[in-house]
């Protein structure tokens, strides 16, 4: 068989089809995307964002210097989470977690988080919750610094990275949603202050030590308490 005609012969690219280019636009646009959610996700927790107020979706593009698609697929997967609510000709309205929301999402992540707390106390040795001391000590850093939008960040952190150690994905993906729902703006608008958010983030050192401890009663009590809203 001659070599030219052969099946293994190349040809070379003359006669064939060019390969398909990839749309550069698609991974920029979900970057783009990505961070607009996260832009959003800080002006919620720091109060930018106000609890009740309505905010269009060009508004918010010009605010954050990017076209308004982005700024409504962020929306969406706000209102997805229920976090805002469409409001039609207008944009998005800041739901704002009620009372009522609070006290429900706390019982949800009770159920969530304190047994598997309570068997990981018992489960893993001492120098393990050791990994977790820099990331409870981000949240106190910035509750110092009274910034809500990066102590939201660094207690989902340190929540996700305890979860993670159950090993339980489904477990961790669930928490970290209704952590999300609750970590929301509360519907009168206040917002928590320096010294509410140090109070958060020194319970999650007594936690950890109670946790390297071995103590699985003393951990539950504690997490069930931190996960509990503010009488």
């Known amino acids: ?9 190349d040809h070379g690219t003359a006669d064939r ?3 398909p280019v ?44 990017v076209s308004a698609t982005p700024v409504r697929e962020a929306m969406q997967r706000l209102a997805s989470e229920g976090v805002v609510e469409p409001v039609p000709n207008r944009g998005f309205r800041v739901a704002g977690r009620t009372a009522r ?30 990994e977790l001391r820099p990331l409870a000590e981000a949240t106190v850093s910035a509750a110092r610094a009274g910034d809500r939008a990066a102590y939201a960040e660094a207690d989902r ?9 159950t090993g339980n994905r489904q ?20 917002l928590p202050d320096r010294d509410a958010l140090l109070r958060d983030a ?15 009663e003393a951990a539950g009590r504690l997490a069930r308490a931190h996960l509990s809203p503010d009488a």
């Not at 952190?157 to 150690?165: G, I, K, W, Y």
């Open 202 to 216: 020194t319970e999650h050192t007594a936690l950890l030590d109670a946790l390297r401890g071995g103590d699985a």
């Open 101 to 130: 929301d609070a006290a429900e999402l706390a019982e949800v992540r009770v159920a969530l988080e304190v047994p598997a707390v309570e068997r990981l106390a018992r489960a893993l040795p001492p120098e393990r919750w050791e």
């Open 157 to 165: 952190a340190f929540h996700r990275a305890l979860l993670q150690l």
């Open 17 to 19: 089809p060019p390969l």
């Open 22 to 65: 990839r749309p550069r636009s698609l991974p920029e646009r979900h970057s783009v995307r990505a961070q607009v959610l996260a832009a959003l996700r800080d002006a919620l927790a720091s109060g930018e964002l106000a609890s009740g107020e309505v905010y269009s979706a060009p508004a918010l593009a010009e605010r954050y210097g």
């Open 171 to 190: 477990l961790v993906l669930v928490a970290e949603d209704v952590h999300r729902r609750a970590q929301s703006p509360a519907a009168h608008g206040r």
């Open 1 to 9: 068989m001659d070599s030219a005609t052969g099946p293994g012969a």
